[in-house]
């Protein structure tokens, strides 16, 4: 006979498991920063506390992935901001480019040292839309969707945050193309958070007064993501 046994889908599972780590008291926010190795630029341990380091880059996405063609695709800036924009592919690529390197920690406790990225600043791209003095927080949103839930998935930090110099929403890696996989042809990162909350294949930037847990964080993971305090998830 066979095993009818449901599967409960990857958020629901990952949701669970946040839940248990809460429990144990493991991955909460410890106030107090650790890690491993030299000081970075930052003045923090080049490994964050329950890393590991890897060479090879693991793909951990919602089980699909979106193939956006360059002359479809766009980034809209909206919310909060004096002059919403919305950009095609050509004139993102007129944007100031930045090249920067940088780790990249995600929060399932791999982390892979010194990319090197290009692309566009985020605090450029505020330089242009201009947010309002009530814009506090940051909601992006990508072109992939939850077959689960029907949800977009969406991600959400602080503008301050957002705003520091190393964020960057890339189209390359290491001197080649951002692959699909990994979010191309464009991805946000955010190297003093933990990688999620850069949004793989990012479609928009929306900038709110208060801040709206995205598709991890409404299901337990943490608001703040602070990579050498093991800030992994949200005591609820």
Known sequence: MADDKRV???????????K?????????????P???????????????????????????????????ELSEWRLDIDGLVEFPLTLSWDEFMRMPQSEDVSDFHCVTTWSRMDLTWRGV??????????????ARYVVTTAYDVDSSSG?????????????????????TVDGAPLPP???????????????????KWIRRITLVPDNRPGFWE???????AYPWYEDRYNRG
């Open 8 to 18: 409960p889908p990857l958020p629901e599972r990952k949701e669970k498991f946040a």
């Open 20 to 32: 248990k780590q809460v429990e144990r008291n493991k991955g909460i926010f410890t106030g107090v």
């Open 34 to 68: 650790g890690g491993s190795g030299p000081p970075n630029r930052h003045g923090m341990p080049k490994l964050p506390p329950g890393q590991r380091s890897v060479q090879n880059w693991p793909v951990l996405d919602l089980g699909s992935l979106p193939r956006v």
């Open 121 to 134: 600043r985020f605090a450029d791209l505020m330089t242009r839309a201009r947010p309002s003095p009530a």
């Open 151 to 171: 949800e977009s998935y969406t991600t959400n930090l602080s503008l301050e945050d957002a705003m520091e110099p190393d964020v960057l929403l890339v189209h």
């Open 181 to 199: 996989e990994h979010g191309g042809p464009c991805r946000m990162i955010t190297p003093r958070l933990y990688a999620w909350k850069g949004a």
């Open 218 to 224: 409404r299901r337990g993971y943490s608001n703040t």
